[in-house]
């Protein structure tokens, strides 16, 4: 196995399609070391689907963050809130705040939601008519996600642009500085609004304070409630926003398919895996490192390595998924790993699926003769090689 020269998630070919760099890498070898930055460090990427799997359950490849860089020299400077949530850490604190999530996401607690978020697109879309060209990240994909977690969170309406934008911050690959700052701008801003006390009038009171009591009854102080409540509005609206985005555009370009779920919308549901598989909204998972000497794939990863995996490779994986690179809405696709694997998979799964269907729901049954705007080609995505979404879908409704 040789190792790449160069970092090859950083070259600005990737961000636009990642899919060649990632077949490229498993066919060489589904588990390889690749340069990290340009300071000489090095990672493990995984991108075959047997060898994810594996890996996301292994408990040698700890998400303890603060453990791995705790004597290592870093000029970081990253709000604790937002470094050591639930997804940065292993058992029992991870245990500890899972406890606290899960139950916000159940399916009975989704399907209690569906009226809201029905509410919530339906008044983001009013305008919308035929013949009208809106941008679907700008106007329904990212206020939607963000309009549902503050309220479960009990954000103020007033302020939920700017977490939005703070958010969007907090993935912007290229400036670790901007990143840095949106973290403290959001830990300062949900620390406030956890200690505040706020008045029973106030309509978001009865959702702050059913957070506050599930923390307390789940054993959580208040800085790990601020984690939680932290990770919950970035990782809650961040990837649904690039979910949503992805799964319309990949129908765009597939438009057998979206006559097909325009036709018969009850398919909707059953598609949204394969619309997960086909172009994941986490290309690369956070954080890992290996504690200690391990095997994956066949491969020996040392102790102390960071290790990248890629549901985003994985999932385009032809041995988990025949034909990987074609879009088809009858291949049993739920085996894809865009919501992880293991104890670490995400618990607003449930949210982001109704989301998604609710308002896949709406833009195929109001508008089925929808187009792009511009080429396929001239869209730009986003620069952040965990995330994979687009920064606008220009489109004329129809």
């Known amino acids: 196995m040789t190792a790449p020269r160069q970092d090859p998630l950083r070259d600005p070919r990737f961000f636009a399609d990642p899919y060649p760099t990632y077949d490229r890498l498993r066919e060489s070898c589904p588990v390889q070391r690749i340069p990290t ?16 799997r594996e890996a996301f359950t292994d408990p040698r490849l700890s998400k303890d963050t603060a453990r791995f860089f705790a004597e290592r020299p870093s000029n970081r400077d990253l709000h604790p809130a937002v470094s050591r949530t639930m997804l940065a850490s292993d058992p029992p604190a991870h245990t500890r705040q899972r406890r606290v999530a899960t139950p916000l996401f159940t399916t009975g607690r989704v399907r209690a939601l569906r009226p809201f978020i029905t509410r919530v697109i339906e008044d983001l879309t ?21 309009t549902v977690i503050c309220e479960l969170l009990g954000v103020p309406e007033a302020d939920r642009p700017t977490l939005a934008a703070w958010s969007h911050d907090l993935f912007d690959a290229t400036d670790t500085a901007r990143i840095d700052a949106a973290s403290h701008r959001i830990g300062d801003y949900l620390t406030r609004l956890l200690t505040t006390p706020r008045p029973t009038s106030d309509s978001h009171s009865d959702a702050l304070a059913a957070l506050l009591h599930a923390c307390e009854e789940g054993g959580l102080d208040r800085d790990e409630a601020v984690s939680l409540a932290a990770l919950l509005l970035v990782a809650g609206h961040e990837t649904t926003t690039h979910f949503l985005g992805n799964a319309v555009l990949a129908l765009l370009r597939h438009p057998e398919a979206f006559d097909r779920l325009r036709r018969d919308p009850e398919l909707i549901p059953g598609a949204l895996d394969e619309l997960l598989r086909y172009d994941s909204p986490v290309s690369v998972a956070t954080f890992r490192h290996s504690t200690e000497d391990l095997r994956v794939g066949g491969v020996d990863i040392p102790a102390g390595f960071p290790v990248l995996i890629a549901p985003g490779a994985a999932n385009r994986d032809p041995a988990a998924f025949p034909d990987p690179h074609r879009l088809d809405l009858d291949r049993d696709a739920g085996g894809h790993l865009s919501f992880g694997h293991g104890i670490h998979r995400c618990p607003g799964a449930p949210l982001a699926r109704a989301e998604a ?36 879908l220009p489109l004329v409704l129809g």
């Open 37 to 52: 930055g340009s300071g000489g460090h090095h990672s493990y990427l995984i991108t075959g689907h047997a060898e994810a």
């Open 126 to 146: 009013a305008t919308w008519h035929p013949g009208k060209e809106i941008d679907l990240v700008a106007e329904l994909a990212v206020p939607l996600p963000v």
């Open 357 to 392: 269907e609710i308002a896949l729901h709406t833009l195929l049954t109001r508008f089925p003769h929808t187009r792009l705007a511009i080429p396929a080609e001239s869209l730009t995505w986003r620069r952040t090689r965990l995330t994979r979404g687009l920064a606008a």
